[in-house]
């Protein structure tokens, strides 16, 4: 079993979280255009203490696991669904900090955060974020666009994680979509 880390090592694996995070442009993008609502900035800072949190609560963490988790932060917190291929990436980078943070090799984390402020301050590279038009008080109807629009996309890297937010799935199941002709998609735990 892994040793939780210590607490400087901590604050270096939560600074290293908010760079890469910062540097992401479909989190950037999703914050510029308020697809979190008036709380988009608020929400991101909020993600960079959830990601350090969930690595601190579990043990052993595999990048899908990850993926999966940032992909469902997105989704419910911005209505946003990840499908550039960046999400891999992002989840492979603060899987990477983790490791080094937990191996002591810290002068390293420091340098791959001074060059993602570079890249940050650089201009942000161009990405397409899509938001689901349908309002949040509507959740069936939100999970059925989700799922249409993963069949549509079968070659994207992160459709299974995104397929269908967890809460509602149950009720998705019970009523008569699968009548219609529809799969109803659930993701493995």
């Known amino acids: ?16 979280v908010r760079a890469i995070l910062e540097a992401w442009s479909v ?26 949190q969930y690595f601190h609560d579990n043990d052993d963490l595999q990048q899908c696991e990850v993926e999966d988790f940032i992909s469902d932060l997105m989704n419910n917190e911005f209505d946003t669904m990840v499908d550039d291929g960046s999400l891999p990436q992002v ?10 943070c937990d191996q002591g090799k810290l002068t390293e ?9 570079q890249k940050k301050n ?21 999970n ?17 994680s995104t397929a269908a937010k967890q809460q509602p799935l149950p009720q998705v199941m019970n009523n008569d979509e699968e009548d219609d002709g529809w799969t109803v998609v659930c993701r493995k735990k």
């Open 1 to 16: 079993m892994m040793a939780p880390l210590a607490s400087t090592t901590r604050e270096l694996f939560t600074e290293a």
């Open 91 to 100: 989840a492979q980078k603060v899987c990477l900090m983790y490791q080094l």
């Open 144 to 160: 059925d666009e989700e799922a249409m629009e993963c069949d549509g996309a079968s070659d994207g890297p992160s459709v299974s």
């Open 109 to 117: 984390v420091r340098e791959q955060i001074s060059q993602l402020a």
């Open 27 to 52: 989190l950037q993008i999703a914050v510029d255009n308020g697809f979190g609502g008036a709380y988009s900035q608020q929400k991101a800072d909020w993600m960079v203490d959830v990601l350090q």
């Open 122 to 142: 650089t201009g942000r590279a161009k990405a397409t974020a899509v938001k689901t038009p349908a309002g949040d008080d509507d959740e069936e109807e939100d």
